[in-house]
C-alpha cells in the first residue's frame, strides 16, 4: 500500500453553467489565476496490490472564490436588494466547490521486472456546489442577495496503470482512464505520467503532468472542463 499527496498546478479552459438552465459562460484560468482564487486545494493519492489485484484511488477537492464589480450600470432590479438606479454597482461574490473521486480496482495482467501493466475498473464521483451572493448600491445603503445551488453525478470507467524501470532508484509510471459514456457525464478522460525517485524502500518524489477532462451537460447543468497541469508529490510506503 502507497499513499502520496500532491500538488497540482493546474490550469483551467472550458464552458460551465453555475446554475440550473442558467447562462453558458468560458472560462479560461492559467495556473497563477487559479492560485488567486484558490481558498482550500487538496490532492491525494492511494494505491494498493494483493498478488495480482490491484486498487486505485485519488481524491480532490478545491474551494475558490471569484468577485466581480460590474457599474455604472442603467437601472435595473435585483430580487432581494430591490431597484437599483441608473449609476449603480453591483458585486458578485461567487464561491465554488468541487469533489472528485475516483476509485478503481484491477488485475495486473503483466508483471515482469523490466515492465508491468494493470487493467482497472471503476467509477468517478464528482460534486460541484456553487453559492453566489450580489450586493447592489447607489453611494449610500447597499442590499445584498445569496443564492446557492449544487449537482453531481458518477462516471464508469476503464484504465490502465503502467510502470517502466529504468534503474533501481528511477521509473516511469503512467495512468490514463476514460468513462461516463452517457451513463453520467457524456465522456470524461485522464491522464497523468510521473518521473518517480526512489530514496528509501518507505519513500520516494515523483514529478509529472496532468490531465483530467469532462463534458457534462444535464437537466440544465454544464460542466465542461479541463484541468491541466504539472503535478508534484511524495509517495510513502507501508
Do not use: C
Request: aromatic share 14%; net charge negative; glycine share 14%.
Amino acid at each position: 500500500m502507497q499513499v502520496t499527496p500532491y500538488m497540482w498546478a493546474a490550469g483551467l479552459d472550458g464552458h460551465i453553467s453555475p446554475f440550473q438552465r442558467g447562462s453558458t459562460i468560458g472560462v479560461e484560468k492559467s495556473f497563477s489565476d487559479v492560485l488567486d482564487s484558490l481558498k482550500f486545494g487538496g490532492f491525494i493519492n492511494i494505491w494498493g496490490r494483493y498478488d495480482r489485484f490491484v486498487f486505485s484511488g485519488d481524491i480532490m477537492y478545491v474551494d475558490t472564490t471569484d468577485s466581480h464589480s460590474a457599474g455604472p450600470l442603467p437601472a435595473l432590479a435585483i430580487p432581494g436588494v430591490g431597484v437599483i438606479p441608473t449609476g449603480g454597482d453591483i458585486d458578485a461574490k461567487v464561491d465554488t466547490k468541487q469533489f472528485t473521486a475516483t476509485m478503481m480496482g484491477g488485475y495486473r495482467v503483466i508483471d515482469t521486472p523490466q515492465f508491468t501493466l494493470d487493467a482497472l475498473g471503476g467509477v468517478r464521483f464528482w460534486y460541484i456546489s456553487n453559492d453566489v451572493k450580489l450586493t447592489g448600491r447607489l453611494g449610500g445603503p447597499s442590499g445584498s442577495v445569496s443564492y446557492g445551488e449544487s449537482f453531481g453525478w458518477v462516471d464508469p470507467l476503464v484504465g490502465m496503470r503502467a510502470f517502466f524501470p529504468i534503474t533501481e532508484k528511477l521509473l516511469v509510471q503512467a495512468q490514463a482512464d476514460i468513462g461516463g459514456f452517457g451513463a453520467g457525464s457524456n465522456l470524461t478522460w485522464s491522464a497523468m505520467a510521473t518521473v518517480n525517485y526512489v530514496f528509501t524502500d518507505r519513500l520516494s518524489a515523483a514529478l509529472g503532468y496532468k490531465v483530467l477532462d469532462v463534458n457534462y451537460n444535464h437537466n440544465g447543468h454544464v460542466y465542461d472542463t479541463r484541468l491541466s497541469g504539472p503535478v508534484l508529490g511524495m509517495t510513502y510506503r507501508f
